[in-house]
């Protein structure tokens, strides 16, 4: 049962209230998280399998913590043609809406014989964190992989969590296999986090870690920014649905569970011009959870974290969505592609009622990699250029340089750095003027 949460037009208010379901638990998982980074960061392997142990119940060692060529081969033997046959129409599907995400070197040539541009490179060695704790995601395998090998990224390996049995769920071994990824280590959480920021003896270290996880997860990757690079905080899921009169609650209830489902932490908030919406969406919930096998999970988010806020008006919806940067929104009103322009802050956005967000969790094209906990106002959701850096690159002849002579070097005197002025003045020494070889240049 959706809880009504009072609007009275004091939107961050509301903000907080969801936005606190991140913060007040990262307050009391943060010192955990820290004392396993600093593990790691110290001990190495012997942190990351004792860790391995104690959380998963996987005793890990140096020896068994890839999958190996047979359990590969084992795994790949319980898949079914058909299913291979989905997550190749997946890849391709998001190969076709990133491939608009590439070619981002550019080179200006300038009369005066200046040239200038940007050369984008590939990052060298990147780690996907695939979750593995209470649901097995082989879509996230082709989510992240994909982007990554679109960029050029050469060494790809694979982050996820095993339980006591130390396998890998084979869905999981046909996305990597679908993707051309070899190396899948079977460590996760935290620990794993930090394991592949710091490298240990048994995993070397990566420049980036890029994925969704839960809490644990997204508080390890932020520990770790700056020793390597993170993509965003991709945390427990969000859906917030922008509803009128028209919308089918059917549709609104079916879809604010399937993002319920992921965690207790998930949330699902229905903003509505309609408080008929929001009592038949009600019924609509109670009635459909009933068959569903992620029922206590989805119970729980929505009593903790769900919610139906009313508003005046659409434009008023907006404003609420715009404050809480929802990971994902759905606009299910009249002409909803009219509505777009209003959306200024959301991971991903699903127009109409037959452009379900778990379409975009799969097939659509676009990444659910995403932002979450409000982190949509500056972060984006993963693409190509996760996976990219650029240089820079500058050529200028000397009478060119000649012509900025003194300007730059009043610019670096204002501030006291006469190196730099320096740097410029002794390529204008008349001495050397004379007896300039480099004349071509
Ligand atoms: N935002 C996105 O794009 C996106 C996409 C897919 C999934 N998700 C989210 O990813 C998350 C997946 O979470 P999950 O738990 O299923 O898998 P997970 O792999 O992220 O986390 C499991 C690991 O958490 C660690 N852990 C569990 N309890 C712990 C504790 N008490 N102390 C320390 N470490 C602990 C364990 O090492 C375990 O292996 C969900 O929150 C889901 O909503 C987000
Ligand atoms: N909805 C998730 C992003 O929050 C992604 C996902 C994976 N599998 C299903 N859904």
Same mark, same amino acid.
């Given at each position: 049962m959706l809880k009504k949460i009072n609007n009275n037009g004091n939107i961050s208010q509301i903000a907080t209230k969801f936005q606190g379901r991140k913060t007040n638990v990262s307050e009391e998982v943060n010192q955990i998280v820290q004392n396993i980074v600093d593990d790691i960061r110290a001990k190495g392997d012997e942190a990351l399998f004792d860790y391995a142990k104690k959380l998963d119940g996987y005793k890990l060692t140096k020896e068994n913590l890839t999958v190996t060529p047979a359990e590969r081969v084992a795994g790949l033997e319980k898949i079914d043609p058909d299913y291979l046959r989905i997550l190749q129409r997946a890849k391709k599907q998001i190969e076709e809406f990133h491939k608009h995400q590439l070619g981002n070197s550019w080179t200006t040539y300038k009369e005066n014989g200046v040239i200038m541009g940007q050369i984008a490179r590939p990052l060298e060695r990147v780690a996907l964190y695939v979750p593995g704790g209470t649901a097995a995601y082989p879509s996230t395998v082709i989510m992240n992989a994909v982007p990554a090998l679109l960029a050029g990224v050469e060494d790809l390996v694979i982050i996820t969590p095993v339980k006591a049995d130390g396998l890998v769920n084979p869905n999981i071994l046909a996305a990597a296999e679908v993707c051309g990824i070899s190396t899948i280590y079977k460590v996760g959480g935290a620990q794993a986090v930090a394991a592949v920021a710091y490298g240990t003896s048994s995993i070397p270290k990566v420049d980036k870690i890029v994925g969704p996880g839960n809490l644990f997860v997204a508080t390890a990757k932020k520990i770790c920014y700056g020793i390597v690079d993170i993509d965003?905080?991709? @945390?427990p899921s969000e859906v917030l649905i922008i509803a009128d009169e028209y919308a089918n609650p059917k549709y609104v209830a079916a879809d604010l569970m399937a993002q319920a489902e992921?965690?207790?932490?998930a949330s699902a908030i229905l903003v509505t011009t309609s408080e008929k919406l929001v009592v038949l969406v009600n019924k609509e919930l109670d009635r459909q959870v009933k068959?569903?096998?992620r029922r206590e999970i989805i119970e729980s988010s929505i009593e903790n974290y769900g919610g139906a806020i009313l508003v005046d008006t659409l434009d008023e919806a907006f404003e609420v969505s715009n404050q809480l940067a929802p990971e994902h929104l759905e606009i299910l009103t009249q002409d909803s592609l009219a509505q777009l322009p209003k959306v200024k802050n959301a991971g991903s956005i699903f127009l109409g009622e037959?452009?379900?967000e778990p379409l975009g969790d799969y097939?659509? @094209?676009?990444?659910?990699v995403l932002p979450t906990g409000g982190t949509a106002k500056f972060y984006s959701g993963l693409g190509v250029y996760s996976f990219v850096k650029y240089s820079t690159f500058s050529y200028y002849p000397k009478a060119i340089l000649a012509t900025f002579k003194d300007d730059v070097e009043a610019f670096a005197e204002s501030e006291g750095l006469t190196a730099h002025a320096n740097s410029i003045a002794v390529r204008f020494d008349e001495a050397d003027e004379a007896k300039n070889t480099n004349k071509g240049e």
């Open positions: 965003m905080i991709a @945390g992921h965690d207790k932490l068959s569903l096998e037959y452009t379900p097939m659509s @094209g676009s990444n659910h």
